[in-house]
C-alpha cells in the first residue's frame, strides 16, 4: 500500500464535499475566518439588510455591533445564539434582524477550508499556536471541526488535539463549534 500523508487525507474529503456542493474557500488565519463571516453574514441577510438600509453591507460599527454580541460566549451560549435573531441597530438608526442559520438548508451557505492557523498575533487570547485540519463554515460560521489522520497513526492523537485546541485556541468564532470530528482515511 502507497504511503498516504495526512494532507492528501485531508485534500480526498474536501473534495468530495466539493462534490455535493461545498465550496472550498482559503483562509490562512482567524482575520481571514471573520473576513469570510462578514461576507456569508451579509450575504445571507442580503434582503433584509437592502431593505432596512438601502444596501447588502455593514458598516465597520455594524459589524463590530455583531461581534460584540457574538464574542467571548459560552459553548451554551454560542449555541443558543445559533438559533435565534440577533436584532442589529444600523448605522442609519433603523434595526433589522438577522439570521444566522434557515431551517431551509438549501438557503445555508456551505464551505469548507483547511490548515487555519489560530495564534496570539491574530486573535489575542489564543494561547499556544495550532493549526486545524479541516474545517467546515455554514454561513461563515465554523461549525463542524475534522481532525484527520492517515492511515496506522493512533485515533486518540487526534482526539488529545482536539482537546489541547478547544482549552487554548477554540476562541471567537470557533466558540460555534458544535461537532467534532476524528477520522482516518
Request: charged residues 30%; hydrophobic residues 40%.
Amino acid at each position: 500500500m502507497a504511503h498516504v500523508s495526512e494532507y492528501d487525507v485531508e485534500n480526498l474529503f474536501i473534495d468530495r464535499l466539493e462534490s455535493i456542493g461545498y465550496q472550498f474557500v482559503e483562509m490562512a488565519n482567524y482575520d481571514d475566518v471573520l473576513a469570510n463571516f462578514r461576507e456569508q453574514l451579509t450575504k445571507f441577510n442580503a434582503r433584509k439588510l437592502v431593505e432596512a438600509k438601502g444596501a447588502a453591507a455593514l458598516s465597520d460599527a455594524e459589524f463590530g455591533r455583531v461581534m460584540i454580541h457574538m464574542d467571548n460566549k459560552s459553548v451554551y451560549e454560542s449555541a443558543k445564539i445559533l438559533r435565534d435573531k440577533y436584532v442589529l441597530a444600523l448605522d442609519n438608526g433603523k434595526t433589522v434582524y438577522l439570521d444566522f442559520f434557515s431551517s431551509d438548508t438549501d438557503r445555508n451557505i456551505y464551505q469548507v477550508t483547511h490548515q487555519v492557523t489560530m495564534d496570539k498575533e491574530h486573535k489575542d487570547d489564543v494561547a499556544y499556536k495550532n493549526r486545524y485540519d479541516v474545517t467546515i463554515l455554514i454561513n461563515g460560521l465554523p461549525v463542524v471541526q475534522v481532525e484527520l489522520k492517515r492511515p496506522g497513526v493512533e485515533i486518540n492523537e487526534a482526539i488529545n488535539q482536539i482537546n489541547r485546541y478547544r482549552k487554548f485556541s477554540f476562541k471567537g468564532l470557533f466558540r460555534y463549534l458544535q461537532l467534532f470530528v476524528v477520522s482516518n482515511s
